[in-house]
T-cell receptor
């Protein structure tokens, strides 16, 4: 699976959009971009994933650049409960393979 | 709620002991993955089972073993415990149609070895 690079930490004001970047310059054509988050010591929570088109669900939006070498997870209106470590992972889909977690980005949402 | 359950939530034991952690996957999911999260190592994949068979192994110690039963629940057995085995242990499951192989995680078991 391709390696990802994320900033170790970010701050965001409550109510504002949180934009979390991820670089995956060595991503292969059949690899998807997955985002998970971990709130304190809870189990990682699936957020969203995509291949090349932008994706949106009830939690977030995922913007993938045209060359697929980077992506941005957008939390449109961050709340204090969004404070967590966010992990960007690239992996081949439907292969049943494990997730490789990096260090992630620690997002702190401030009032 | 991911639909994955893990028991116990907390476990405190002594060095040299053996413990068993249990995971029940989401209804219908055939694959179970085990991960370890310690303070200095981050989240690390240990082992995967698919429909009762071992599918993949990661950084799992020889003192650790796992199995998946016919009802698809899985157990992770940790023996000859050392202080360094203190960690959070998560399981995840996949396999329900419509979700691809997105992994959904349980709440974890916090193991403390004294």
């Amino acid at each position: 699976d391709a390696k990802t690079t994320q900033p170790p930490s970010m701050d965001c004001a409550e109510g504002r959009a949180a934009n979390l970047p991820c670089n995956h310059s060595t991503i292969s054509g059949n690899e998807y971009v997955y985002w998970y988050r971990q709130i304190h010591s809870q189990g990682p929570q699936y957020i969203i994933h995509g291949l090349k088109n932008n994706e949106t669900n009830e939690m977030a939006s995922l913007i993938i650049t045209e060359d697929r070498k980077s992506s941005t997870l957008i939390l449109p209106h961050a709340t204090l409960r969004d404070t967590a470590v966010y992990y960007c992972i690239v992996r081949v889909n439907n292969a049943g393979n494990m997730l490789t977690f990096g260090g992630g980005t620690r997002l702190m949402v401030k009032p | 709620d991911s639909g994955v359950t893990q028991t116990p939530k907390h476990l405190i034991t002594a060095t040299g002991q053996r413990v068993t952690l249990r995971c029940s996957p989401r209804s219908g999911d055939l694959s179970v993955y085990w991960y370890q999260q310690s303070l200095d190592q981050g989240l690390q994949f240990l082992i995967q089972y698919y429909n009762g068979e071992e599918r993949a192994k990661g950084n799992i110690l020889e003192r650790f073993s796992a199995q998946q039963f016919p009802d698809l629940h899985s157990e992770l057995n940790l023996s000859s415990l050392e202080l360094g085995d203190s960690a959070l242990y998560f399981c995840a499951s996949t396999g329900t149609s419509g979700t691809g192989d997105t992994q959904y995680f349980g709440p974890g078991t916090r193991l403390t070895v004294l």
